[in-house]
């Protein structure tokens, strides 16, 4: 128990020590939210048509597929998972993280996904706050829980595509010993990012199975 205590207490210490850089990634992710949002809203005829080709494409995503069927078949633990892994693997560390190896343009690749995402996520959710009043609290828990783990993956990528080309933040001199050092602080923040992903997974599944599967 106390080495996981110290471990979340290392976590949230980087966090604090990036918490500029957090503070940016949430004013992308809320902006670009809204931004979404008030574009269904005004029923923008260029935003309609987009929101119905995203929302299409994440229906008939083959990755969606196990989670898919194993909400319909009761099994709420291969549901979670799945949710966990995809979310973990694909939507934070491949999207948002990974990029940060490409100095500087990395970062700027994980700043704009961040607001692509955003900006998606709020066209949709435009739909979704729309169908019950069920939905739009299990909707809100997972915008909240999911988004926040992204701000935090994506601050991680960008710090690391930063890193290197300026040391300086880690005081050193050697661009490589901050590429280093940039990697140890996004494992330190990935303790958050898990946390949220594990909350957000079962969130998210097992209030749509109540909410859904089983009506």
């Known amino acids: 128990m106390q080495r996981i205590t110290g471990i979340l207490h290392q976590s949230l210490e980087t966090a604090k020590k990036m918490r500029k850089l957090l503070f940016i990634v949430a004013a992308i992710y809320v902006v670009s939210f809204l931004a979404g949002y008030v574009m269904i809203y005004a029923r923008l005829p260029f935003a309609v048509a987009f929101s119905e080709v ?3 494409s994440i229906l008939g995503r083959s990755v969606l597929s ?3 069927e194993a909400l319909k ?3 709420l633990a291969l549901a979670v998972a799945s949710t ?3 979310n973990l693997l694909l939507a934070a560390f491949a999207t948002t993280t990974l990029p940060g190896l490409i100095p500087f343009v990395g970062g700027l690749g994980s700043a704009g996904m961040s607001a692509l995402r955003g900006l998606v996520v709020g066209m949709t959710y435009y739909y979704a706050f729309g169908v019950s009043m069920g939905y739009t609290v299990v909707a809100l828990g997972t915008a909240i829980l999911e988004l ?3 701000v935090f993956s994506a601050t991680a990528g960008i710090n690391i ?3 290197s080309v300026f040391p300086k933040r880690y005081q050193t001199q050697s661009g490589w010993v901050a590429f280093k050092e940039s990697w140890k602080d996004a494992a330190r923040i990935y303790v958050i990012v898990i946390v949220l992903l594990a ?3 079962i969130w998210e599944t097992v209030g749509i199975y ?5 009506t």
């Open 54 to 56: 995203v929302i299409k």
């Open 66 to 68: 196990p989670i898919i």
């Open 73 to 75: 078949s009761g099994n």
């Open 84 to 86: 966990f892994l995809v």
């Open 148 to 150: 926040g783990a992204y």
């Open 161 to 163: 595509s930063l890193s």
């Open 199 to 201: 909350l957000g997974a």
């Open 210 to 214: 109540v909410a859904y599967v089983m």
